[in-house]
């Protein structure tokens, strides 16, 4: 890969061009696992009930989809709305 004519080696997390939007992400995935945030970023697999980001939930209830308007509102407002799309990538796993 190549970013402004430089070869990157080392891993894109290393690069001053995305280590912060890497260790933000990261951040997202760790707020899934804090206590403060559990409950609102994950919901248990209707597979294996193990807990999955929220983003994955299909809301078939008003209750759900408040769910979900919560988790993307916590993400918005702990990247500053930079990190608009995360939802769909990031789980639990």
């Known amino acids: 890969m190549h970013v402004q004519g430089e070869t990157l080696t080392g891993g894109i997390h290393r690069h001053p061009a995305f280590r912060n939007v890497v ?18 970023l994950t919901h248990p697999s209707p597979t294996s009930g193990e807990p999955v ?32 799309r995360t939802g769909n990538h990031l789980n639990s796993g």
Do not use: C, I
């Open 23 to 40: 260790r933000a992400y990261a951040e997202l995935y760790d707020m899934q696992h804090s206590a403060e945030h559990r409950d609102v």
């Open 53 to 84: 980001a929220t983003s994955f939930l299909t809301p078939t209830t008003p209750d759900e989809l408040v769910k979900r308007r919560r988790a993307f509102k916590v993400w918005a407002e702990h990247s500053n709305g930079m990190l608009g």
